[in-house]
């Protein structure tokens, strides 16, 4: 038999978000910190995403009330996501590297890189 998947990301429903409980779970938990003079323009996003990413190790997956994980940077954390809230799964064996996916992406990168960055290539602009 071989060893399950370990790694999981998980695109979650923006209602799991609309709790203060919830927000300030993950805010003292360190999972995420949402910018928190523009945390209503944070959930508004994932409103209109149709939800957030969530990575982490799969603690239990067979759980009947949702998926069990364990997010990376909180070691001995483990949170429960209520299946009526999971809207997609996937899994992996290793995690290559850690990834900002969505709304995440713009929280991950200093503000100073964001205005480093240079444009990328689009037909316009290629010659």
């Known amino acids: 038999m071989s060893e399950p998947r370990r790694h999981v990301l998980i695109w979650v429903a923006p209602e799991f978000l609309k709790s203060s409980g919830m927000i ?41 009330a949702g998926i069990w994980i364990s997010p990376v940077n909180v070691p001995g954390l483990e949170l429960m996501i209520p299946w009526n809230l999971v809207k997609s799964v996937v899994t992996a064996e290793n995690m290559q590297s850690s990834k900002a996916f969505g709304l995440m992406s713009d929280l991950a990168q200093p503000k100073t890189a964001k205005k480093q960055r240079q444009p990328t290539a689009s037909p316009d602009n290629l010659k």
């Open 24 to 64: 300030q779970l993950f805010t003292e938990a360190s999972i995420f910190l949402p910018p928190q003079d523009d945390l209503d323009e944070y959930v508004r996003s994932a409103e209109a995403a149709g939800g957030f990413a969530m990575t982490g190790r799969l603690a239990e997956a067979n759980h009947g």
